[in-house]
C-alpha cells in the first residue's frame, strides 16, 4: 500500500486521509503548522466582493464574517469555494490555483473594491481591485523531531502551498532523494526544489488532483 504524506493542517489534513484511504492509499498526517484565529477589527468603508485564497478564513474568520456574508465571493480553488458556499456565502467565481489567477478574476468580474480575508502570511495585499486585506488566522509551524523525519523516506508528500513546500524542504535536507512530492499547483513545485525521488503537479487545484498526481508521479 502506498503511503502518502500529508502535510497540511488540521481538519483539512483528516480530510485529505480521508480522500487517501478510500482510494486505498496509506496516509500519514504530520501536519508542518496549525491555524489559529487571530483578532482582526471591522474595516471601514464600502466593498464590492470578498476575496478569499484558503477556506481557512471561513473556518476561523469568526462573527465577523457575518458583516460581509452579503458580499460576493471570489475563491481560490473549488475546495475555498464549497467552504465559502456552505458558509452560506454567494461564490461568483472560483478564481484558479492562487492569488494571481483571483487577482485577474477579479479584474475580469468588474470588481473594483474587494476586501481580501486570509492568513497573516498572504499573497495579496492592497492594491488595484483590493481595496483592503486583513488577517484573520495565523498558519504557526510546529515543531518537527529528526525521528518524525526519518519516518518521511519512502512517502510521497502531498504538497498543498508554497509555505508548505518550502518548509518540507528545508527539514529534509539530505533526504530528498528518498521523498517523493505531489505539487498543487507549478508554484508550488518551484518553492520545493529539485533532487526529489519523483515530482508530480496535480492537474487541477483541488484533493482529488493531487492524490491523482501522488498515484501518477514520475
Given at each position: 500500500?502506498?503511503?502518502?504524506?500529508?502535510?497540511?493542517?488540521?481538519?483539512?489534513?483528516?480530510?485529505?486521509?480521508?480522500?487517501?484511504?478510500?482510494?486505498?492509499?496509506?496516509?500519514?498526517?504530520?501536519?508542518?503548522?496549525?491555524?489559529?484565529?487571530?483578532?482582526?477589527?471591522?474595516?471601514?468603508?464600502?466593498?464590492?466582493?470578498?476575496?478569499?485564497?484558503?477556506?481557512?478564513?471561513?473556518?476561523?474568520?469568526?462573527?465577523?464574517?457575518?458583516?460581509?456574508?452579503?458580499?460576493?465571493?471570489?475563491?481560490?480553488?473549488?475546495?475555498?469555494?464549497?467552504?465559502?458556499?456552505?458558509?452560506?456565502?454567494?461564490?461568483?467565481?472560483?478564481?484558479?490555483?492562487?492569488?494571481?489567477?483571483?487577482?485577474?478574476?477579479?479584474?475580469?468580474?468588474?470588481?473594483?473594491?474587494?476586501?481580501?480575508?486570509?492568513?497573516?502570511?498572504?499573497?495579496?495585499?492592497?492594491?488595484?481591485?483590493?481595496?483592503?486585506?486583513?488577517?484573520?488566522?495565523?498558519?504557526?509551524?510546529?515543531?518537527?523531531g529528526p525521528g518524525d523525519l526519518d519516518a518521511l523516506?519512502?512517502?510521497?508528500?502531498?504538497?498543498?502551498?508554497?509555505?508548505?513546500?518550502?518548509?518540507?524542504?528545508?527539514?529534509?535536507?539530505?533526504?530528498?532523494?528518498?521523498?517523493?512530492?505531489?505539487?498543487?499547483?507549478?508554484?508550488?513545485?518551484?518553492?520545493?526544489?529539485?533532487?526529489?525521488?519523483?515530482?508530480?503537479?496535480?492537474?487541477?487545484?483541488?484533493?482529488?488532483?493531487?492524490?491523482?498526481?501522488?498515484?501518477?508521479?514520475?
Amino acid at each position: 500500500m502506498s503511503k502518502v504524506l500529508i502535510l497540511r493542517p488540521r481538519p483539512a489534513a483528516d480530510v485529505t486521509a480521508a480522500r487517501a484511504r478510500a482510494l486505498r492509499l496509506d496516509p500519514i498526517v504530520a501536519p508542518l503548522f496549525e491555524i489559529r484565529p487571530l483578532a482582526w477589527q471591522m474595516p471601514s468603508g464600502a466593498f464590492d466582493a470578498l476575496l478569499l485564497t484558503s477556506a481557512n478564513a471561513v473556518r476561523f474568520g469568526g462573527a465577523g464574517l457575518d458583516r460581509f456574508r452579503t458580499l460576493p465571493v471570489l475563491a481560490v480553488g473549488a475546495q475555498t469555494a464549497a467552504a465559502a458556499s456552505a458558509a452560506g456565502f454567494d461564490v461568483m467565481a472560483s478564481g484558479g490555483r492562487d492569488a494571481g489567477a483571483l487577482i485577474a478574476t477579479a479584474w475580469a468580474n468588474g470588481v473594483a473594491r474587494a476586501l481580501h480575508l486570509g492568513g497573516r502570511e498572504r499573497g495579496i495585499e492592497a492594491g488595484g481591485p483590493v481595496a483592503r486585506a486583513i488577517a484573520v488566522y495565523a498558519s504557526d509551524a510546529l515543531p518537527i523531531g529528526p525521528g518524525d523525519l526519518d519516518a518521511l523516506q519512502g512517502t510521497v508528500a502531498l504538497l498543498h502551498s508554497v509555505r508548505a513546500a518550502t518548509r518540507l524542504a528545508e527539514l529534509v535536507g539530505a533526504r530528498r532523494p528518498t521523498i517523493g512530492v505531489a505539487a498543487f499547483s507549478p508554484a508550488v513545485a518551484a518553492a520545493a526544489g529539485p533532487g526529489w525521488a519523483s515530482i508530480a503537479i496535480a492537474a487541477a487545484p483541488n484533493d482529488a488532483a493531487l492524490i491523482e498526481a501522488a498515484l501518477t508521479r514520475d
